[in-house]
C-alpha cells in the first residue's frame, strides 16, 4: 500500500467516524429532548465505537494476520452482545414499570448504524437513523405513557 492510498484511506476512515457520530447525535438528540436516560454522547458513542471496532476488523487486523484469513464476523457480532449488555443496564424496574427499554433498543440500532458505516452503506445508515428518529417520535405520540 502506497503512502497516499494509506493516507487516503485514513480520511475516509475519519470521515465514516464523523458520520456515525453525527447519525449516533441526531437519535441521542431526540432521546435527550425527550427526557431518556441516555443522550446525544451515549449515542454518539455508541454509533462511533461499532463503525471504529467495525473498521479495525475489516482493515486493521488484516495487517498482522501474516497471510491468514481474517475473522470479520467476530468483532461485529461481540458488538451486538456487547452493546445489548451495554443496553441491559439501561433497563431498570421503577415504580412496577419497566423503564429504559426504547433507549436500549435505541443504543442497539445505533451499533447496527456504525456497522453500516463501517461496510459503506451510508444511504443505508443515513435513512435508518431518520427511520429511528422519526419512529421514537410517532411512536412517543402514539404511546404516551410508554405502552408499547
Not at 485514513?10 to 438528540?29: C, F, K, T, Y
Not at 435527550?32 to 436516560?37: A, I, L, P, S
Not at 443496564?89 to 436500549?104: E, H, K, N, W
Request: charged share 15%.
Amino acid at each position: 500500500m502506497s503512502h497516499t492510498s494509506g493516507v487516503h484511506m485514513e480520511l475516509r476512515i475519519i470521515l465514516q467516524l464523523l458520520l456515525a457520530l453525527v447519525l449516533g447525535g441526531l437519535i441521542g438528540w431526540e432521546r435527550w429532548r425527550d427526557h431518556k436516560e441516555a443522550g446525544v454522547r451515549t449515542h454518539a458513542l455508541v454509533a462511533f465505537g461499532s463503525t471504529l471496532f467495525s473498521l479495525i476488523s475489516i482493515f486493521g487486523l488484516e495487517k498482522f494476520s501474516h497471510g491468514a484469513p481474517v475473522e470479520v464476523s467476530r468483532i461485529m457480532s461481540n458488538i451486538v452482545t456487547g452493546i445489548g449488555f451495554l443496553g441491559a443496564g439501561m433497563i431498570v424496574l421503577r415504580d412496577g414499570r419497566v423503564r429504559g427499554l426504547t433507549t436500549a433498543a435505541g443504543l442497539w440500532v445505533c451499533a447496527g448504524i456504525g456497522m453500516a458505516i463501517a461496510v459503506e452503506w451510508y444511504i443505508v445508515s443515513i435513512v435508518s437513523s431518520l427511520i429511528v428518529v422519526l419512529t421514537f417520535q410517532i411512536m412517543g405520540r402514539l404511546f404516551p405513557n410508554g405502552h408499547h
